[in-house]
């Protein structure tokens, strides 16, 4: 695996950049600014509804959606970046209520970016829940 | 979050070695040389006979030696390192078959490792398991 110094940088300012906006809960802003249209995101389990891997931006922005509308957050904490050549990692640990059915659970996980040309343009997130 | 260079370093090297010896399929040797005799690992799921935390190397190299002995690993490939400050990030994916049942399986994970005066004293790890 090599890199060039400017892949570096941009791997690490954009993985800097998401981690501001994520701490402040400006997510639906962080797709906007650097996520590609062509974003693929993969879940670690799906359902018909809702598949473990979707692409575009705007089925992103559609997930996105859905999680804000049906999840009270108590509280979020965002850890890292964890810089690799043209990927990074995040630690994400959500104190959530998922309000269709009343269950409080905390929820860890690693999501695992991949950077071309600047943007974002794959996400994988690998959970940790209670009784997964 | 603050780092100075010689933290820093430290990190990235003993992220370095461990990859590189699990590349190599010398799992083994990286808890001995890398690994805190503290160590404390977190899985995402447990049981009765293999709990979700254990604690102190001996243990560690235990679930070592029974992952090990239980499966058949076909192919591994290992992706990163991902840096922090005093935690890295890596990415496993392994296709095994479960000796136990003949299962066959491609397991996905993201294991976050935490290192303190040179030592791995943390490892975490967060999979992403077909039908999990």
């Known amino acids: 695996m090599t890199a060039t110094a400017s892949t570096d940088t941009s791997t690490a ?27 693929v995101s993969v879940e670690s389990s799906g359902s018909e509804e809702m598949p473990a891997e979707m692409h575009g931006i705007d089925a992103i922005r559609g997930k996105n959606e859905w999680w804000v509308q049906n999840n009270d957050v108590h ?4 850890t890292g970046p964890f810089i690799g050549d043209d990927q990074f990692a995040v630690k994400f640990e959500y104190d959530t209520t998922f309000k ?13 970016y991949t950077v071309a040309d600047g943007k974002i343009v794959h996400e994988h997130f690998f959970y940790n829940m209670p009784g997964a």
């Open 100 to 112: 269709p059915t009343g269950e409080r659970v905390v929820m860890t996980e690693m999501a695992l």
């Open 13 to 39: 300012t954009i993985a800097r950049e998401l981690i501001e906006l994520c701490r402040a809960g400006r997510n639906e802003e962080a797709i906007g600014k650097l996520y590609s249209p062509e974003i």
């Open 75 to 78: 509280s979020a904490k965002v």
